[in-house]
């Protein structure tokens, strides 16, 4: 090793430990979420963060999975384990939206999930599959080589009265493409699911769908950072809500360069009680000029009771960008539905018909125009 | 060339020696209160409200997640809370006192008056040096008084809403206010009344460290009509100066009420204003806001919509230099079916200004028909500006509609290099792009003040860049 590459290195060490000092005071500082949180005021926290926080708590390091599979051909993945310190400071690392203190807790007992380093491209989907009926807190990494191209799916299913609150990092090297789908689902009365996911781009092209169905109560938190010029990074998300469930979703794209682009566009069809809370950022930093962000929630309200908030926001340091978000809140069109009436389908087909229609936009978005689902 | 490609309207920099007959000293305590009661010569339920105002601010909390960190450099102990000459307006010309009549020739308020207005209300720190209104008005029933007077002469009208569009306890500021608050307007225009000329307001702060509290009523009784404008300038003095008013509008049913203000305080100045309209039903409510002064602006226009079928509108222009962050933007409450609002917001941030947007439009549980539309665009001028847009938009049910759109933007070089192409200068072509930028806003703006407005951004831009 020559004196330089000494010196790099030992700076590089430092600044690690500089990092992590800071993630620890952030953390030491974290409070558990309630209503006063400016990013939990909707998301009903004293409904369901304090269980939340007591199933972290309370689980012991068992392996409360009813099923960990993964799909992968291509033997990229391994499964993790507490010893990997890398693994713990990435997540360390982690960035919340006023969750800090539930990831804290997550870090100190997290044992399980995969790790994925994708080296060469894939010519099939890689399928990943965390299932309980209980309490699950897995973790999920997945690193994509220069250059290459994959598509990763996971799928997180709380059956019965299962919980999952789900830690996700994906890092994207420069010309890299790949798409993540994520399905969040349940089968029973009260499944309940949290996602926290960050997304480093180093110059590639990142796809990423969120799916809910059929949970109680979910909370996304994703933040999605573009660290170089001709980063392209689109977050999409499109959820049918009915009964009395509540998805609380929070996004940030933060911008540190110029001459990179993100997009964002969540869809959410919400019926009988259900509510849907949107919260999004677009960061620019000082100097990350030629920014392309765009950010876009709509909702449709099917019935009296469903409710809506939506908060996107812009945060702009920085010159020559273009930036724009916009947020529509309305009921579906009537003419849509007469037209289809008037064809002899039933009015409720024809609701269904009409919302599938308005989420199909953000998976066709995601899945390419061609390959229309 | 300066670094900033404007300059701000130095018009309202001078100043003139104190003289002041009443001063309640620094800080604000029950014996601040009393001083200010008595020399008001104010009603025991007065007083007692006051002191009940003042024991709330002391235990509220500032606020937090909206408020930009530079509210917590603001002193509260280094404020003087009343300062007057005499608690009586002077209801000629003649008869204000040399040093405040210049301050209101050269701000240029009595030509305004003979010119187009039908009153005028000029307040001079904490009390009202000039009152008058067209005597024609005064026959058909509008009143038009400071609001000391209002309480005094008119309390059977003045009473009954004080307090009620924003109560005491809606947060720290607003119990402030009801604690210190002194001069503003009352209007009260009777059934039927419209008023085809504006009345207006002018408010001054002259002395140092100086908190004015202004405390302002319109209600416009059923089909009434009228438009009130504010002006605002202060000198800028090394301390801290506080500006913290509060302005409540009831427009009963088919009402219409226009609110102008242009602001143009110094920029040691906290502009701290709660503005706040009940539209009944049928009833009309308009905030036309431009923020050019001040160093921190916290104005969120507000309309609750109480009655069926009320319209609320906000049209806001704010301009950040500097040194200045504007943090405005608008409120819509929609609690009665059918009800619509409109939002358009305009910013332009230049140097190191930054302006920020941020809404709140709420369709409550049951409420159809409702419609909304918010649109904010944002113009930033040089690579250290700075914008923000924090929208919070809920809605209830299946019968509404609301839709947001923001968006940000510069100053395109290939249009100013068309411009230039064509034999006008870099600042002639900046202000041109600057004025296009919010010009359907500006026609808003009754005649006088968008003439006034345009003339200074064309001159902010030629001062510097020409």
Known sequence: ?373 | MDESPFQIDTRGEFVFPENHRFDAGYGLTEATIDYICDAKGEPDWVRAFRKDALRRFHEMPMPTHWAPEGINDLDFDKIRYYLAHGTAPYKSWEDVPDDVKRTFERLGVPEQERAFLAGVDAQYDSETAYNNMREELSKQGVIFVNSTEGLREYEHIFRPWFGKVIPVNDNKFSALNHAAFSGGSFIYVPKGVKLSQPLQAYFRINSESMGQFERTLIIADEGAELMYMEGCTAPKYDSATLHSGVVELVALKGAKIQYVTVQNWATNVYNLVIQRGLAMEDAEIRWIDCNIGSGLTMKYPAVVLQGRRARGEVISISLAHSGQLQDTGARMIHAAPETTSNIVAKSISIGEGRASYRGEVNVLKGMKGCKNNTECDALLINATSRTDTYPAISVNGNASAVQHEASVSQVDEEMLFYMQQRGLTRAQAMSLAVNGFINDLVKEFPMEYSVELRRLIDLEMEDSIG
């Open chain 1, 1 to 373: 090793m020559s004196m330089e590459e000494a010196f790099a290195l030992a700076e590089a060490e430092a600044k690690l430990k500089a990092a992590l000092n800071e993630c620890q005071a952030r953390f030491d500082k974290a409070k558990m979420p309630d209503r006063r949180n400016e990013d939990w005021r909707f998301g009903r926290p004293h409904v369901y963060a304090k269980q939340l926080v007591d199933t972290i708590t309370a689980r012991d390091n068992h392996n409360y999975f009813e099923r960990m599979v993964i799909c992968d051909k291509g033997n990229a993945a391994t499964r993790l384990t507490r010893d990997d310190d890398d693994l713990l400071q990435t997540e360390m690392l982690m960035q919340t939206i006023g969750s800090d203190a539930l990831l804290k807790r997550h870090i100190e007992r997290f044992e399980d999930g995969y790790s994925l380093y994708i080296e060469e491209d894939t010519t099939e989907v890689i399928e990943l599959v965390y299932e309980t009926r209980s309490f699950c807190s897995p973790s999920t990494f997945i690193m994509v080589a220069p250059g290459v191209k994959a598509e990763v799916h996971i799928i997180y299913s709380c059956l019965e009265i299962g919980n999952i609150f789900a830690a996700c990092n994906i890092q994207v090297a420069a010309g890299a493409e790949l798409k993540v789908r994520v399905q969040a689902e349940s089968d029973g009365s009260d499944g309940r699911c949290m996602i926290i996911t960050n997304i480093q781009n180093m110059g590639g092209k990142v796809m990423h769908l969120t799916e809910y169905r059929g949970l109680r109560w979910a909370r996304e938190e994703t933040v999605a950072e573009l660290y170089s010029p001709g980063s392209e990074t689109k977050l999409f998300s499109a959820n049918r809500l009915v009964g009395d469930s509540v998805l609380d979703q929070h996004t940030r794209q933060i911008h540190h360069v110029g001459g990179a682009s993100s997009d964002l566009l969540y869809k959410n069809v919400v019926d009988d009680n259900a509510t849907a809370i949107f919260a999004g950022n677009i960061y620019v930093a000082p100097g990350a000029h030629n920014t392309d962000a765009y950010q876009s929630n709509r909702n449709m309200l099917l019935s009296e009771k469903a409710t809506v908030h939506s908060l996107p926001g812009l945060e702009i340091l920085a010159d020559k960008v273009r930036c724009s978000h916009g947020s529509a809140s309305a009921p579906m069109d009537d003419e849509q539905l007469f037209y289809l009436c008037s064809r002899g389908i039933s009015r409720r087909d024809a609701q269904l018909l009409v919302a599938d229609g308005f989420l199909a936009d953000v998976l066709n978005k995601f899945h390419g125009e061609s390959q229309s689902s």
